[in-house]
């Protein structure tokens, strides 16, 4: 049985917090809420379910090279294996956290705001030509 899964353009509730183990070894925890959203009647987003926080680590120069590459807010998409831990709170209960483990973190591409303001597609707009409506005169056919 296989408990792999995988959290697909999730945002990342902090920045990622790069550590280092007594021998040396790199470790980039990255925090997020997995929660599901939809437009209202308003065309409003809202939150349709409550929030499911958890926790991934990636080790090593991949763990270095992620907490160079990802800051609070960013998209990622996380692979891994989920594990819940129990763990002693400090009043004296007991709390679970969910954990990512073996984790593979990607950042999620998007365009600066201000690109993304702008930008009309091709096909709608007339200034801006289609590069394949028309043939070269050197194409051979």
């Known amino acids: 049985m296989s408990n792999r899964i995988t959290f697909e353009n999730v945002r990342l509730a902090?920045?990622?917090?790069?550590?280092?183990?007594?021998?040396?070894k790199a470790v980039c925890e990255v925090?997020?809420?997995d929660q599901q959203r939809r437009k209202n009647e308003n065309d409003v987003w809202e939150d349709t379910s409550d929030a499911l926080?958890?926790?991934?680590a990636v080790w090593g120069a991949d763990g270095e090279a992620l907490a160079e590459a990802v800051d609070k807010g960013d998209k990622v998409t996380v692979t891994g294996?989920?594990?819940a831990?129990?763990?002693?709170?400090?009043?004296?209960?007991?709390?679970?956290?969910?954990e990512v483990r073996?984790?593979?973190?990607a950042k999620v591409p998007s365009a600066p705001k201000a690109e993304r303001s702008q930008q009309q597609p091709?096909?709608?707009?007339?200034?801006?030509?289609?590069?394949?409506?028309?043939?070269s005169?050197?194409?051979p056919f």
């Open 14 to 24: 902090f920045p990622p917090e790069l550590r280092f183990t007594p021998s040396g």
């Open 85 to 98: 831990r129990n763990y002693d709170r400090k009043d004296g209960g007991t709390g679970t956290s969910l």
């Open 31 to 33: 925090k997020f809420a």
């Open 102 to 105: 073996y984790a593979t973190v």
């Open 81 to 83: 294996t989920l594990v």
């Open 137 to 139: 005169e050197s194409a």
């Open 53 to 56: 926080w958890v926790t991934a």
């Open 122 to 135: 091709a096909w709608g707009n007339q200034q801006h030509a289609d590069p394949w409506a028309a043939k």
